[in-house]
């Protein structure tokens, strides 16, 4: 803590505003008696902006000292400067030590090994972004899946997106549901993944929440059924769902993860769909030319670019696609 009490030099006016409101724990000149990691000769104002540190690392509530009890044995109905401050009886107050010497030993120790670019400290914030529980959301909720299904799952993502939204805590991007369900249906479980796939679409505004449904079910038809019954199955899902939903990256998408995992002729049939349906989109051009030459006919691949050349002299892209194709 050595470095942490010499920042307690910091002028007096920013102390004044760390510590306002701070509140009555024991009273000045009182000792404290149960610090195992912090310096016995702590002075009060450095204790207090340390442990405002905590509140805010891990988002707790400020007002009336209400997120130390997170922490520290006491009660909203009596007075805090009749807490017991020094219990160690919650188990969060242990694990905040841990986390404390943790932090200490990453700035004095470690961090002081190397040459320093910003010279900032790692502090509770950096790991908990103002979450008591620092797990990224994907982890967070496959773990409300493994214990509650999809309603604890989806009740969870609901809870943390009203009290987290718009804070830096978690990351409620599109992506992040939609490749939970995704790994839910890689182990299986394709109904449940396709309900937490139409909560992404209810909550996100972006039509790429589609996607993830629409992969899922034309994966199912060709796993069941083979390559022409996930043409059809696209076709129906078109009539199903908003125009908007659909776009040339979404069969690309799809095709690219198949011709990932052997299955290049389902992947390259896709990437024949798409460039019919998105001819003058140059992804959907590159997506074929490729999945040819992937699939033994690298001819095909380079009229295809030709074709594209022809019709876009100097496109850049497609310039170096054709050198591509032409070196392989
Ligand atoms: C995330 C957990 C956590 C939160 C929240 C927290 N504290 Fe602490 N507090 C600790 C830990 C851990 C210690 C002991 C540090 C040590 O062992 O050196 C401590 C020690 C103290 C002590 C010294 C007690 C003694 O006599 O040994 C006081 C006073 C205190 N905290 C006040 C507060 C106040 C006021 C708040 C709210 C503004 C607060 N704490 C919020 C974890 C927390
Ligand atoms: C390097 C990353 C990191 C930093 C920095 C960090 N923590 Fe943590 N913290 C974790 C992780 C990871 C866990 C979850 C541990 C587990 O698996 O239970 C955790 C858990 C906790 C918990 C238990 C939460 C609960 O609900 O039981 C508390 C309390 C806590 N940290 C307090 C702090 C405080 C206070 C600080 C700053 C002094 C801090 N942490 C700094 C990574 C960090």
Redesign the pocket.
């Known amino acids: 803590m050595q470095k942490r009490a010499r920042n307690a030099a910091t002028p007096v006016v920013v102390i004044a505003i760390l510590t306002a409101g ?2 009555s ?2 009273a000045a000149g009182q000792e ?7 310096p016995a000769d702590i002075t009060r104002s450095e ?2 902006r340390l ?2 540190d ?2 805010r690392g ?1 988002g ?1 509530p ?1 007002r009336a ?1 209400e ?2 009890l ?3 044995v006491g009660s909203m109905a009596t007075p ?1 400067g009749e807490w017991d ?2 219990s160690d009886e919650k188990p ?2 242990r694990t ?2 841990a986390m ?1 010497a943790m932090v200490e030993d990453i700035n004095d120790r470690h961090l002081a090994e190397i040459e320093r670019n910003w010279d900032s400290e790692v502090g509770c914030y950096t790991c908990h972004a103002g979450r008591t529980n620092p797990m990224p959301l994907t982890e967070v909720l496959s773990r409300e899946y493994a214990s509650g299904g999809v309603e604890g799952l989806l009740e969870a993502y609901r809870t943390l997106r009203s009290r987290y939204f718009a804070a830096d805590a978690y990351d409620f991007r599109t992506p992040v549901l939609a490749q939970v369900a995704d790994e839910i249906a890689a182990a299986g479980d394709v109904e449940e993944a396709a309900a937490i796939h139409r909560a992404n679409i209810e909550y996100s505004d972006d039509t790429k929440a589609y996607h993830g449904l629409i992969h899922l079910r034309m994966a199912e038809a060709l796993d069941s059924d083979g390559i022409d019954a996930m043409v059809r199955r696209y076709d129906e899902l078109k009539a199903e769902h908003p125009a908007e939903a659909f776009d040339s990256v979404l069969l690309s998408f799809l095709g690219w993860r198949l011709m990932r995992s052997e299955q290049e002729a389902a992947g390259l049939r896709l990437f024949e769909l798409n460039h019919s349906e998105y001819p003058d989109a140059y992804n959907t051009t590159e997506d074929l030319a490729y999945g040819r030459s992937l699939s033994g006919d690298p001819a095909g691949a380079i009229v295809l670019a030709e074709a594209w050349l022809a019709r876009h002299p100097d496109h850049e892209l497609g310039q170096r696609l054709l050198e591509d194709l032409s070196r392989r």
């Open positions: 701070a509140p724990t024991p404290y008696t149960n610090l195992q990691v912090l204790l207090n442990m405002l905590n509140l891990l707790l400020r000292n997120g130390c997170f922490c520290h805090t401050w020094a969060q107050k905040a030590r404390m």
